[in-house]
């Protein structure tokens, strides 16, 4: 089992972040955290390093029913999705698949609400790759 859900798009760095903006927010995701790599990676440790933006998107109402089933799940939120330039023109939008990162958790309904957020993730990617866009 992959532990992401990913497609490549033959756009621009910060065309691939708006494109994973908009998906995310049509299936109930909003940004709550937004990690520039390249920047903190210079910045901290002086080293030079492509594009890369971790975006924490988060569906409130889900998120909200995970914390109700387990209180601890939320060392596992928001859901991290990353946005990073592979050169040529094309960038790499990849999300982490919530069913496998939560195995460890043996609670069979966090489970079910992790699929449901999986299938959501699963959609913002394969709008991406319909729309005609993805490499």
């Known amino acids: 089992m992959s532990y992401y859900i990913a497609a490549t798009l033959p756009v621009p760095f910060e065309r691939g972040i708006e494109?994973?903006?908009?998906?995310?927010?049509?299936?109930g995701f909003g940004i709550i955290s937004r990690i520039d790599m390249k920047e903190a990676l210079k910045t901290k440790i002086g080293v030079d390093f492509r594009p890369y933006t971790i975006l924490g998107a988060c569906n409130p109402?889900?998120?909200?029913?995970?914390?109700?089933?387990e209180d601890k799940v939320g060392?596992?939120?928001?859901?991290?999705?990353?946005?990073?330039?592979?050169g040529e023109g094309s960038t790499e939008i990849a999300a982490i698949d919530p069913v496998a990162s939560?195995?460890?958790?043996?609670?069979p309904a966090l489970k079910d609400a992790a699929a449901e957020v999986r299938e959501r993730l699963r959609v913002v990617i394969g709008q991406l790759e319909k729309s005609g866009v993805a490499a």
Do not use: F, G
């Open 102 to 107: 939560m195995q460890a958790i043996e609670n």
């Open 61 to 69: 109402t889900l998120a909200h029913e995970a914390l109700k089933l």
């Open 75 to 86: 060392t596992m939120l928001p859901c991290n999705v990353v946005v990073q330039a592979k």
């Open 19 to 27: 494109l994973a903006e908009a998906a995310l927010k049509e299936q």
